[in-house]
């Protein structure tokens, strides 16, 4: 009886084992399902946060991208293809990309800004158990350009040694503007001898040599700065015009009028030129003891013509305040080739007006500046020997402000 009673308990304890054992067997497969249902959707969502992330970093370079373009002052569809390219670059696909400059939402609608949106469907995973079609995941970016300051000389030349230099024991103070170069050279703006400067700040897409102190707002020059654009790089050239104009010969004292001057110019004793647009065909040259003077009027320099002044010259000369060429003095053809041009004069003489020569060298040797400082120059490069004091502020005179380098920031 005993013997019976323990087969008896161990046979139900076996039952006892072998239900528990169907009973997760069961609960289990029933789980399963659900276990790797949300592990699924746990890689899943994690999956569809790290596109995200992606998608975003692809619209910040699109956006970045295309404010390089704007900086360098390219039209609207060079800069949507640039972000586009970007995009495309960074593995947008088969994705859209929208590009608006200026932005058409938020808070720089109004500012120097280029925005890009850009969209991509995911294909789903495990949520296809649940869902059907595909994830839609969306990206902004607004990238805000900022013009650090404004230029009273800069130079245009992307890799010259030197492109700034200021030599000799040259004196030269610029008030509210900045020193440019656009060169990557290490020596792009380099100051040496006994020459005194004092500017706002040096900015270089290259590096700055200094062998003597100056004095700056900024702390310290900025290198490997973004190049800044051509201010004038939209300004038409002036057509010459028939027939060709003549100097009066040797006359001590003569007043010239605007034109085209197929010869060239070759100034001597006292000049008085009329308002207007003067086109020289050659090159210019003022001669020792001339006193050459004329309010508004702009000179254009056609081909690779030059100008040459003595520095025993008075020259007094201002840009027009209104009109087509207003606040420009002087004008180097942008189809020349390299060449240098020379301002020197006493110091009485002015130049009031932009110095534009983006193919030429321009020395600046004279012991002057134009009327309440207001002299700007922008040439390939630049060389100071002489001792000038120049402000920025000369909108009253008709000039344009020039933006030094420019800075992009991705700001939504």
Do not use: H
């Not at 997760?24 to 569809?48: D, K, M, Q």
């Not at 245009?156 to 050279?185: D, E, H, R």
């Not at 500017?199 to 102190?213: E, F, Q, T």
Request: net charge neutral; hydrophobic share 40%.
């Amino acid at each position: 009886m005993l013997f019976n009673c323990f087969t008896r308990i161990r046979l139900v304890a076996a039952g006892m084992r072998r239900s528990r054992a169907a009973n997760v067997a069961t609960i289990f497969a029933l789980t399963l399902p659900i276990v790797v249902g949300a592990a699924g959707f746990g890689v899943e969502t994690s999956y569809w946060y790290y596109n995200s992330l992606r998608l975003q970093a692809t619209a910040d370079a699109a956006a970045y991208a295309g404010a390089l373009e704007k900086i360098a002052g390219s039209d609207t569809p060079t800069i949507v293809a640039a972000a586009t390219q970007s995009a495309a670059t960074n593995g947008l696909g088969a994705g859209t990309i929208v590009v608006n400059t200026p932005p058409t939402s938020g808070p720089n609608t109004a500012k120097k800004a280029v925005e890009v949106v850009v969209r991509q469907n995911l294909d789903r995973m495990f949520t296809s158990l649940f869902a059907q079609g595909q994830v839609p995941e969306q990206a902004r970016a607004v990238a805000l350009i900022t013009d650090a300051s404004k230029a009273c000389d800069l130079s245009l030349s992307p890799s010259a040694s030197q492109a700034v230099i200021f030599s000799g024991s040259t004196s030269v103070k610029l008030t509210g503007c900045v020193i440019m170069a656009n060169s990557i050279a290490n020596d792009a703006i380099k100051v040496q001898g006994s020459a005194a400067l004092q500017a706002d700040c040096l900015i270089s897409a290259g590096g700055v040599v200094l062998n003597n102190p100056v004095t700056t707002i900024c702390k310290s020059p900025i290198t490997q700065a973004l190049p800044a654009s051509d201010p004038f790089s939209s300004l038409l050239a002036p057509a010459a015009s028939n027939p060709c104009q003549n100097l009066k010969g040797n006359k001590t004292t003569q007043t010239i009028q605007p034109g085209t001057y197929c010869g060239g110019m070759d100034l001597s004793g006292n000049v008085t030129l009329s308002p207007g647009v003067y086109v020289v065909q050659g090159n210019l040259k003022i001669n020792a003891g001339a006193v050459i003077q004329g309010d508004g009027v702009t000179i254009f320099m056609a081909g690779s013509s030059t100008v040459s002044m003595n520095g025993n010259a008075t020259v007094t000369l201002s840009a027009p305040q209104s009109g087509t060429y207003s606040g420009m003095l002087f004008y180097g053809d942008r189809t020349g080739t390299a060449a240098q041009s020379t301002f020197n004069g006493t110091a009485t003489s002015l130049l009031t007006g932009a110095i534009y020569f983006p193919k030429q060298q321009v020395n600046y040797l004279g012991n002057f500046s134009g009327q309440n400082g207001c002299t700007q120059v922008v040439a390939d490069t630049i060389q100071w020997s002489g001792n000038s004091t120049i402000n920025q502020d000369c909108s009253s005179l008709g000039m344009k402000d020039i933006p030094a380098a420019a800075s992009v920031a991705i700001v939504e």
